[in-house]
């Protein structure tokens, strides 16, 4: 059975969609867990303001340089090295002692998912068609979208059971299984 142009550039929407409700899942999962995590070790409001904001001070500060590195590099190596960034970020904060740790990790994840609009909107406008590139990134965004509220109901079920730590810790092990599938089999260039 062959695999019609058409399929190929859903497939590649797919890993594309599927990246950007990763990311979404990771960075909105800090923010249902915020008061338990602030519980835990023990920090101020205003430290708590830090730690959230932080991600958002290194995400705006990224966008422009990862943007330039997708263009230098491509989508496959960058996109694959942002994902497994975030989502050794992601471990960082299940793992981190105290605040100074979560701090850095957050803006390591902010510096890692700032390149995921650019690099997916490299790769719609090197796979999808003039006409459809609107549709792929409404899948773009509908990834997003779904990764906002799946962080929303999963963080909320499982801090319970298995506390803070153990969810963020979780939440990394897709991306990075994500990493090596993309990159095995994603290219740049649609003839390849």
């Not at 932080?54 to 330039?68: C, D, K, T």
């Amino acid at each position: 059975m062959s695999t019609t142009p058409t399929t190929i550039r859903y497939r590649t929407l797919t890993w594309l969609t599927l990246a950007a409700a990763l990311a979404y899942l990771c960075r909105n999962a800090v923010s249902v867990a915020e008061s338990t995590i602030r519980a835990d070790i023990g920090f101020s409001l205003a430290q708590s303001g830090w730690f959230m904001g932080a991600f958002f001070w290194s995400y705006s500060l990224f966008q422009v340089p990862s943007g330039w590195l997708v263009q230098q590099w491509g989508t496959r190596i960058t996109l694959s090295i942002f994902a497994f960034v975030w989502s050794l970020a992601t471990f960082g904060i299940g793992v981190a002692p105290g605040f100074g740790l979560l701090i850095v990790a957050q803006l390591v994840m902010g510096c890692a998912q700032a390149g995921i609009f650019p690099a997916s909107v490299n790769s719609i406008g090197h796979w999808i068609p003039l006409g459809r590139r609107s549709l792929g990134c409404g899948f773009l965004a509908a990834g997003m979208q779904v990764g906002a509220v799946l962080a929303s109901v999963l963080t909320g079920l499982l801090l319970e059971p298995f506390g803070w730590r153990w969810v963020f810790i979780g939440f990394a092990v897709p991306g990075v299984l994500w990493t090596f599938g993309f990159y095995l089999r994603f290219r740049d260039d649609p003839r390849k």
